[in-house]
């Protein structure tokens, strides 16, 4: 902390304190006043507005509110269940002040900024913390030098309900100053959008950091607005109705059944034990993949069920007699593993290492089958961690690696099977984080929203067109504050590289995160440069943070910068080629001085191929020797597309289609 902070700390401060040390004369400070957990010391509150602030106190009690950013002194009376509800006025940015709340007796927030408020939603790409499980990028250094005291960290705890509450649990008790001790667990996307922007600006920010990994947008969606989406009616319904009807089978016997359905379709499995655990199965017929990856990169796309994997291992003689470590790192979700036919450990969990233990008593020299049976309930599968993390380990320390060719066979598709029953209280449910960790913010100011999400709604791209924009609708009608800021990022690149142009559901996904910018004040962070085909959370959250940061200050803080990249605008086909209009402020480069990639290029037979395209002025001249009358244009269209189109800023264009054709997501398709 500097010294000039320092001195405006202290000097801010002392009118802070003999304010609250006047107030305090014969008194306590702990007052019969409740707030919500969205007042405490330290908070944020947003800037030249009328800010509510609410809570509870005795039926028919007088409630003041003084602050010392004004002398305006706002009372109101608690009604008779308690309630209360007074707006305050607030100033234009700056701080630190205090407020006090009393009912006779008063409560005091300290340390109090006025600045800007942003609520920072969505799954795991936005929760993934700087240190934790998702050491970012350089991420030693990143939480040491995160000192920036003038922006303020608010971390909602996960919370599911059936109907809007009016509270949250939230973590720390409170609002707590962006330093190295709060921020470690802090979402990176979210520090880094308000680290840019206040370097630019040094408006004090408060980030409501409310997000939940894996989960759908429908999720974050209130029931009013999904039941206008036919796809949702039902589920909004039985969910209103959760309560009300108690009778069936509980979600636990259902669910029962089902995991009892997987193993008896599981061709791995005989009357409901292992059957390809065996040390002598025959496994010539089975195919080759290369671990640790995640299936979907290595031949199985969209695959939801049963894997089994084997490898046969060789024990030497110094070995024999000795326990060995079992280390395969992360499976998603769930595996059993087996060592010589027998059970040697099993774990839940896509996110949870798997380190077992072979006896002493079982390890004998020989050549013996490593077994893994592996279930994905949905998004990625396989065993995809480090691969110097995959090996037998030794008492001595000496290793055999397990990484490289593994055997492996399906034992059964999700697809033939009944979907797995939904959690009476999970997470992916219609209207049930809204209700938990939106609705609760709705009477608070905000300035906007930044939101990452969407790798759990790839599948159903199609209804994704529908529903992210209607979300948004729903926000904004719901805060009440008019069409106020959402800037979100579009999925980044992941998986393997596809050899031929293809149907995507990523790409579809990306292309429905692109209409809604036809919304008011939205803006959209392109990451397709930046993921990383191995790992659906990629480490540079940098520059994810960064690039939302850059539509907020063009937008809303009056930092002239270039904020996007490329655009297309639109198409016309010359004979054999297609000319492509961009919107490119600083013009159309490549981001690697190479040839052009990522175009295809299709006749009326929706047929693509990999196009040649070169660069001419504002415009993308595309053609292909395979198609001689050509009528569409793709862009970046894949799940990890190679592309390279970029402005002078170096800015990335969004993945971009010229066809309005049917999608592979499509319900008919």
């Given amino acids: 902390m500097n010294m000039m902070f320092n001195l405006k700390i202290k000097k801010e401060l002392l009118s802070v304190i003999a304010f609250a040390v006047m107030l305090c004369i014969s008194c306590d400070v702990l007052g019969k006043v409740k707030l919500p957990s969205v007042f405490s010391d330290n908070m944020v509150f947003q800037q030249k507005t009328k800010a509510a602030v609410w809570g509870k106190a005795d039926p028919g009690k007088t409630i003041t509110i003084s602050t010392t950013w004004s002398r305006a002194r706002y009372t109101s009376k608690a009604n008779e269940f308690g309630n209360w509800k007074i707006m305050v006025a607030t100033p234009s940015y700056g701080g630190p002040y ?30 993934m913390p700087l240190a934790g499980w998702g050491k970012i990028n350089n991420y030693e250094k990143e939480v040491a030098d995160a000192k920036y005291p003038d ?15 009016e509270d949250v649990k939230v973590t720390n008790n409170g609002w ?8 470690a667990e802090f979402s990176s996307v979210a520090y880094f959008f308000a680290r840019e922007i206040y370097n630019k600006t040094k408006v004090p920010i408060g980030l409501i950091h409310t997000s939940w990994g894996g989960t759908v947008a429908e999720a974050w969606t209130s029931a009013p ?29 259902q669910l029962a059944s089902w995991q009892k359905l997987v193993i008896k379709k599981d061709a791995g ?36 069920g049963v894997v089994w994997f084997r490898k046969n291992i060789t024990i030497p003689q110094a070995w024999a007699g000795k326990a060995l470590k079992f280390n395969l790192g992360p499976i998603d979700d769930n595996d059993i593993a087996f060592f010589d036919g027998e059970i040697i450990g099993q774990t839940e969990g896509y996110n949870v290492p798997r380190n077992y233990t072979i006896p002493a008593t079982k390890v004998k020299a020989g050549t013996f089958a490593l077994v893994v049976r592996v279930f994905d309930s949905g998004g990625g599968g396989g065993i995809y961690g480090d691969k110097n993390t995959m090996a037998l380990v030794a008492p001595d320390g000496t290793r055999l690696s397990l990484n490289g060719d593994w055997q492996y066979k399906t034992g059964m598709n999700l697809k033939d099977i009944a979907p797995m029953p939904m959690s009476d209280n999970g997470p992916n449910r219609p209207t049930v984080l809204y209700n938990a960790m939106i609705h609760p913010y709705l009477q608070f100011p905000i300035k906007g929203a930044i939101w990452y999400q969407g790798e759990s709604n790839a599948g159903r791209a199609h209804q994704y067109r529908t529903l992210f924009p209607a979300m948004i609708t729903d926000w904004r009608k719901q805060w009440g ?22 149907a995507s559901a990523w790409a579809e996904l990306r292309d429905a995160q692109s209409g809604a910018l036809s919304l008011p004040n939205t803006g959209m962070a392109v990451a397709i440069d930046i993921g990383d085909a191995t790992d659906i959370h990629p480490k540079n959250k940098q520059d994810v943070g960064k690039r939302l940061a850059l539509i907020a200050l063009a937008k809303n803080y009056g930092v002239k910068t270039l904020y996007t990249g490329p655009v297309y605008q639109s198409a016309k086909t010359e004979g054999n080629v297609i000319k492509l209009n961009f919107y490119a402020t600083q013009g159309l480069k490549t981001s690697n001085g190479a040839e052009l990639k990522g175009f295809a290029i299709a006749g009326a037979d929706q047929k693509f191929h990999w196009a040649k395209a070169e660069i001419k002025g504002n415009q993308v001249v595309v053609s292909s020797t395979e198609v001689l009358n050509p009528v569409a244009v793709r862009y970046a269209w894949a799940n990890n597309p190679v592309c390279n189109l970029v402005n002078g800023a170096g800015l990335p264009a969004s993945p971009f289609r010229t066809d309005k054709w049917e999608d592979s997501t499509s319900p008919s398709k």
């Fill in 98 to 127: 205090a407020m006090t709340i009393s009912d006779g007796e008063p409560f005091i927030l300290m340390n109090v900024l006025i600045g800007e408020v942003w609520v920072c939603s969505g799954q795991s790409n936005m929760e």
């Fill in 151 to 165: 922006i303020r960290l608010l971390q909602v705890e996960h919370v599911t309900s059936n109907s809007a509450l």
């Fill in 176 to 183: 707590k100053p962006c330093i190295p001790q709060y921020v």
């Fill in 225 to 253: 607005t999904l039941k206008t989406i036919p796809d949702f009616v039902e589920a909004v319904n039985k969910i209103e109705n959760a309560d009300k009807d108690k009778t069936g089978s509980s979600f636990e016997e």
């Fill in 269 to 304: 499995m005989v009357q409901g034990k292992p059957a390809w655990n065996a040390n002598s199965l025959d496994a010539s017929s089975w195919k080759v993949m290369s671990l640790p990856t995640v299936w979907e990169q290595a031949g199985m796309p969209e695959f939801d």
């Fill in 481 to 502: 504050v008019g069409d106020f800021p959402f800037y979100f990022v579009q999925l980044a690149n992941f998986m393997k590289a596809d050899a031929e142009p293809g």
